[in-house]
């Protein structure tokens, strides 16, 4: 949990940081285990979804979807 806030507080100091991906405008940034979805909107960061890389890929497109 504390990787997570320390790479929340990285977003908010550099939000595109995170790679686009095909789903715009949502981008991903990756941490070890887990990947941070999230949007710019507004000049605010919306997280979407924090996603543990292990899992199957298919159910993350439904997610984000």
Do not use: A, C
């Not at 977003?11 to 940081?17: M, R, V």
């Not at 981008?27 to 909107?41: A, D, G, P």
């Amino acid at each position: 949990m504390v990787h997570l806030k320390k790479s929340i507080k990285i977003l908010d100091e550099f939000p595109y940081t995170g790679k686009p991906t095909s789903l715009y405008p949502i981008r991903e940034f990756v941490l070890s285990r887990n990947s941070v979805f999230y949007k710019l909107m507004d000049e605010k960061i919306y997280i979407l979804l924090v996603w543990d890389n292990r899992m199957d890929p298919q159910f993350l497109l439904k997610k984000l979807v």
